[in-house]
């Protein structure tokens, strides 16, 4: 028979709604807020980046990035975040959330100021400090996802635990309004004070010397909002179901959570009996109750980041095809930046952030496994109306049909797999393998934005090997990178069946925790058949 659940995990499970749970969702989110400003700020500042350090006399186009600089500049940071996850989510479970916690985000301050400094002024000297930095940012940024998952899954009741994950994944949402607003306002104001010629007015003139500031400001401000976090991540106690289940300290978890949530809650006598030998992570046992659940928050994530990451970071080359940002050689250095950072600006207020909080506001009604199904199923819907009539959006009366159209893959990505693949990792696993196995989890979605944001950073070229960019092989064009995208989102679909359903469940039903101690030998068949039921029901 089932052990009955601690009165520390019920209390939290039966808690209603307080004070300290938006807090917390403040102060775990605070990290994606960093994660997201800096991930989409560095594809602003990139064209800003090749016009002042890759500029060509004579050239008729403004000076780009090379290839291999433009990978690693970009890539570096999901190299480290991919690190980072694997680690932190691994030392998560063996030190505890709390201590990890604030060496994650300290690592975040540090590094985005050290993003916008730069040792020498030789153009190699710049990007290699800049790339340095952004590994080791990306690496606290990394540690911060299988955290503040576990961490806000641990804190939460039953009821709302989905809106709760959903929210602190949601401050990404937050992150990509102010990154863009921050440029606008950065470039807008530069722009207006040190007034240039466009480029293929004044190819020199163009891009004024104090443009070199305006790229390193940007990147800098983001160290602000994490070093706000700091002083209440560190006040933060440690969360109760690792301080009873894994550190075995269940006085210790009832006095933190009496002051949490102003109860008073008695924490119960050990029993001598109840310490058992427990399965190890990819024991056989392991892999009978939840290696399935594993092979499902791997591939989904991995096969929805693929698709999200690539979106991204072609984003502007998309708004330059259909017309929404002139030419490069029409602008000085920071007009462009300020039309880029625009655009953004207007797909995130449209439909990147209204996703999240469609997520946060649905995820406890309708269920995890319904909002990621009908997100792959919209994001490939609107991924081939893009793709088959592709030439058709490339005309100049089209251009609002496609920027709509294209919103809405983003929406659907939002309210659907985006964030439904950080939520549920946080639920399936037991307490002393949570922060490794979401780690694993995240650490497989960064390996899909890598091939998402390379692979498609070649893919996406024009056939036409004299119409790509500068320094790049001719790719299968954006429509056929759009169909690939479409095909990915497929997968995505199927694999999520594999994923359990974790809505109004508490977390040690959901990981058999409450059922591992006391098995009868006749039981343990039939109960890790239970446990690995991989088809939901919402």
């Keep these: 028979m089932a052990k009955e659940q601690m009165q520390v995990l019920n209390a939290l499970d039966v808690a209603k709604t307080q004070w300290y749970h938006f807090t917390a969702i403040i102060i775990a989110g605070m990290g994606f807020f960093t994660d997201a400003y800096d991930l989409f700020c560095i594809s602003l500042v990139t064209k800003l980046l090749g016009r002042i350090y890759y500029h060509v006399d004579g050239a008729e186009k403004p000076g780009t990035l090379p290839p291999n600089v433009s990978a690693a500049v970009n890539g570096v940071a999901f190299c480290g975040t991919l690190s980072g996850q694997l680690f932190f989510g691994w030392l998560g479970d063996k030190l505890g959330r709390k201590k990890v916690y604030g060496m994650t985000l300290m690592m975040m301050v540090i590094c985005s100021i050290g993003s916008g400094l730069s040792f020498g002024h030789s153009p190699k000297s710049v990007m290699a400090t800049l790339c340095f930095f952004r590994f080791w940012l990306g690496f606290g940024i990394g540690g911060d996802y299988p955290l503040s998952a576990t961490i ?7 009821k709302t635990r989905g809106a709760f994950i959903a929210a602190v994944f949601a401050m990404q949402g937050f992150g990509i309004l102010a990154g863009g607003i921050f440029a606008i306002i950065i470039s807008a104001s530069f722009r207006d004070r040190f007034n240039a010629a466009p480029y293929e007015v004044d190819p020199v003139g163009s891009t004024v010397p104090q443009a070199d500031y305006v790229w390193r400001i940007i990147v800098m401000v983001g160290a602000l909002p994490a070093a706000l ?13 690792y301080t009873a289940l894994v550190a075995k300290n269940q006085e210790q978890a009832a006095a933190d959570m009496s002051k949490v949530l102003q109860v008073e809650i008695q924490a119960e006598p050990r029993k001598e009996e109840q310490e058992k030998a427990k399965y190890a992570l990819f024991s056989k046992e392991f892999l009978s109750r939840h290696g399935l659940h594993l092979l499902g928050t791997t591939t989904t994530w991995f096969l929805l980041d693929i698709a999200f990451y690539s979106q991204n970071l072609f984003q502007k080359d998309i708004f330059s095809a ?29 439909s990147t952030v209204p996703g999240y909080w469609f997520t946060v506001a649905f995820i406890d009604k309708i269920g995890r ?13 609107f991924m081939f109306a893009l793709a088959i009539p592709y030439d058709h959006w490339t005309h100049k009366e089209n251009r609002i ?21 950080f939520v549920v990792p946080a639920e399936v696993f037991p307490a002393r393998f949570r922060s490794t196995c979401h780690g694993i989890s995240s650490a497989s979605g960064k390996l899909g934005a890598i091939v998402g944001a390379f692979g498609f950073l070649y893919l996406a070229q024009n056939k036409d090997k004299s119409k790509a960019d500068a320094g790049y092989p001719a790719g299968i064009g954006v429509k056929n990178a759009l169909i690939v995208l479409g095909v990915v989102n497929i997968l995505g679909f199927f694999f999520t069946f594999l994923v359990p359903e974790a809505k109004g469940k508490s977390l040690e039903e959901m990981s058999g925790e409450n059922e591992e101690e006391e098995v009868p030998p006749e039981l343990s068949e039939q109960q890790s058949s239970y446990s690995n039921r991989t088809v939901p029901y919402v």
């Design 401 to 421: 049909g496609f920027v709509v159209m294209y919103s809405l893959t983003f929406f659907f990505a939002n309210f659907g797999p985006n964030a439904t693949t």
């Design 322 to 350: 259909v017309g929404w940002i002139p030419p490069a050689k029409t602008m000085n250095a920071l007009e462009e930046v300020y039309r880029i950072a625009r655009a953004q600006t207007l797909i995130a207020l449209c």
């Design 229 to 241: 976090t700091y002083y209440w991540r560190m006040k933060m106690p440690e969360t109760a179901r």
């Design 369 to 381: 496994f319904a909002i990621q199904l009908m997100g792959f199923f919209f994001m490939t819907v």
């Design 152 to 158: 806000m899954s641990e804190y939460s009741n039953k």
